[in-house]
């Protein structure tokens, strides 16, 4: 499929804008745009958005035999995956010339750097050593991939864990999940690649060209960078000439958007490995947005049922037992859109059946008579709230009883 | 039980005739794009919501952002190239259309018009059909320009989806119905989802865009706040 053509009006608009040293999305010219990491359910996936360009790497490895050359050392592939899906005018199989470009300054920027420390992937020498994979699916195109493939690639690095090897003179042994802990890989530091956009003969210069700016570009410049100072790439495209200056202004530009990054990835790990270690949800469902076209379709109708007032106290313990017990049941959709008030609304259906809250419906034990409910209700709080507080409550849970047995 | 007009429905539903149709009135009922007859059925071929429009006309509206040419349907084009005497335009279809150099107003074999690669037009669509490269005329069919041609004198241009464009095609629009009361600008609107806008300054056209791109995920009442709020924003950013 065709690139759609630029035309004249929006070049003219977007250089003018620039000119008067304005972004068309409102930054400003160091800004980045709004960065979000999360990682996905297995090791080593990561999927990071810049803006609404978005970039998912993952992390994959295997036992293999090293280069003849390196016989101490693991192998580290990368690989950028181009697909139509991020923009239409990528296409599938054949690499472009900008997909060309784009592996070759990743794997400049991970190989080359020496971050990954290769000699630590290796098991015997020379015979087996473990080939580590890093595959960049580019799922969304809004211009500057590079920073976001390499934050991506980085990332997806540090959270991949591979499985433990040990190794008995001739026996190799490589360990599953369950039997022992997978170790992480071992990454001396983190660069980074910061693109910079240059206009009107590197007369203005902007950080995190979108793709219409990158379309009205002069050159391009690639830094890459990691928080030590230590530089690791440094790439110039375009016709357009660069001082000195300009070349370390960009560079301490880099620094600081390098750190500012880093700090994030750490951030996004450590948050990641919490909620592992707490059995929390992770993975990619924050990541859903919740744009909705028909957001507006369906008005909510108002549904006249039995409510009664009910205290506070019983409210507590009614919101409460409505994760335990109320969701065994399936209610009917009708029941789903009933509008009663949210904070003090039971509806009773039949004696001792009743619904609360928005949850389904909830029956009590069938227990018979009086003593019963007195009994259920008290079993409830126990199960739900601290000991004590269900003792000191014993008065007031009576009260209860008499609004549920109405 | 009859058709669910203004509900969802899902690639794959059918539909009978006499569910689309009470018996008893004898219309001939047609099928707007996302549905078709197939085997004695109506079949959906579009997730959507199904519309009604009297005296039998059924469509499905749906959230698309790739355009379909149709004929008659008015679009903003970008001039890509220039071969021979036709201009190459690219109206967001599989196909670029063509746009001879003689269907603009006033053009003679002698008298080119001044058209440049890049330029965007407005235009209508002469032919469309599936075997066919679409074409694209700017004059009607009594040689006048009536409003098409090519847009000059700056503005900013930029893409929707295409029920947005449709929306503000609406006559009862709110957006633009608010925006006019409080900015002065011109906008042409294509049914492929391209929007042109020009206000007084570069400022105003960016709010401009940006208001009517956020537009598409809010309700009226929510638009009017916007656009009470982004006018302010505006005047603030004029001061500065």
């Not at chain 1, 979108?210 to 690791?232: D, I, Q, W």
């Not at chain 1, 990641?272 to 369906?298: C, P």
């Not at chain 2, 071969?83 to 190459?88: E, K, M, P, S, T």
């Amino acid at each position: 499929m065709r690139e759609t053509p630029l035309s004249n009006c929006e070049r003219e608009f977007i250089l003018n804008f620039i000119a008067q040293q304005k972004r068309l999305d409102g930054r400003n010219a160091y800004d980045y745009r709004d960065l979000r990491i999360a990682f996905g359910v297995s090791l080593g996936c990561c999927h990071v958005e810049l803006g609404k360009t978005r970039v998912l790497a993952q992390v994959s490895c295997e036992v293999g035999e090293p280069k003849q050359t390196r016989p101490h050392d693991g192998v580290l592939y990368v690989n950028v995956e181009l697909s139509p899906m991020a923009c239409p005018s990528f296409e599938q199989g054949r690499q472009s010339e900008e997909g060309i470009e784009l592996s070759r300054l990743m794997e400049r920027c991970l190989k080359e750097s020496r971050c990954l420390d290769m000699e630590s992937l290796c098991i015997v020498s020379g015979e087996k050593a473990w080939h580590v994979r890093v595959d960049i699916h580019v799922l969304n195109h809004e211009g500057n991939i590079l920073d976001c493939a390499s934050i991506a690639a980085i990332s997806a690095l540090a959270h991949f864990r591979r499985p433990d090897v040990s190794v008995h003179g001739e026996e190799i042994t490589i360990h599953t999940l369950e039997d022992r802990n997978p170790v992480p890989l071992s990454l001396h530091h983190m660069p980074l690649l910061v693109s910079f956009a240059f206009f009107s003969q590197g007369k203005f210069m902007l950080v995190d060209p979108s793709s219409k700016e990158e379309k009205v570009m002069e050159g391009k410049m690639v830094v890459g960078m990691n928080k030590h100072r230590e530089l690791c790439t440094l790439q110039v495209t375009g016709q357009m000439l660069l001082l000195k200056e300009q070349v370390l202004r960009c560079s301490s530009i880099a620094l600081t958007k390098v750190t500012k990054i880093t700090e994030l990835i750490h951030e996004a790990l450590d948050k990641d490995k919490q909620a592992r270690l707490k059995g929390e949800k992770h993975g990619f469902a924050m990541l859903v947005s919740g744009d909705r076209v028909t957001a507006n379709r369906l008005p909510t109708t108002e549904v006249k049922v039995d409510t009664l007032e009910i205290s506070d106290e019983m409210e507590r313990s009614q919101s409460s037992s409505e994760d335990g017990e109320s969701q065994s049941g399936n209610e009917p959709m009708e029941e789903q859109i009933v509008a009663t008030p949210k904070e003090s609304a039971v509806e009773i259906l039949t004696k001792g059946v009743g619904v609360i809250g928005e949850g389904g419906t909830s029956t009590w034990l069938d227990i018979p008579q009086a003593d019963s409910k007195q009994t259920a209700a008290k079993k409830r709080k126990h199960k739900l709230e601290k000991m004590e507080e269900g003792i000191d409550d014993e008065g007031s849970s009576e009260e209860e009883e008499k609004v549920i047995l109405k | 039980m009859a058709a669910p007009i203004g509900r969802i429905v899902l690639p794959g539903d059918t539909f009978s005739f006499e569910q689309l149709q009470p018996p008893d009135e004898h219309k001939k009922i047609l099928l707007g794009p996302g549905l078709r007859e197939e085997k004695a059925e109506i079949k959906v071929l579009r997730p959507g919501i199904l519309r009604f429009r009297k005296p039998a006309v059924y469509w499905i509206d749906c959230h698309h952002k790739r355009y379909i040419p149709a004929k008659g349907d008015s679009v903003i084009g970008i001039v890509n190239q220039k071969v021979g005497d036709i201009f190459r335009v690219d109206i967001g279809s599989s196909e670029q259309a063509s746009l001879s150099y003689l269907s603009f107003e006033g053009s003679t074999k002698r008298n080119r018009p001044d058209v440049k690669v890049g330029d965007i037009v407005y235009s209508k669509l002469l032919v469309a059909n599936k075997d066919m490269e679409p074409e694209i005329v700017c004059i009607d069919s009594y040689g006048r320009s009536s409003g098409m041609g090519v847009i000059r004198n700056g503005g900013f241009l930029f893409h929707t989806s295409l029920n947005l464009a449709r929306k503000l095609l609406n006559p009862q629009c709110t957006l633009l119905k608010c925006l006019g009361n409080r900015f002065q600008f011109e906008i042409s609107v294509g049914v492929n989802g391209r929007v042109w806008v020009k206000a007084g300054n570069d400022v105003q056209t960016i709010a401009l865009v940006n208001s009517v791109i956020v537009s598409e995920f809010k309700d009226n009442d929510q638009i009017k706040e916007m656009c009470k709020r982004i006018s302010k924003a505006v005047v603030r950013m004029e001061i500065d």
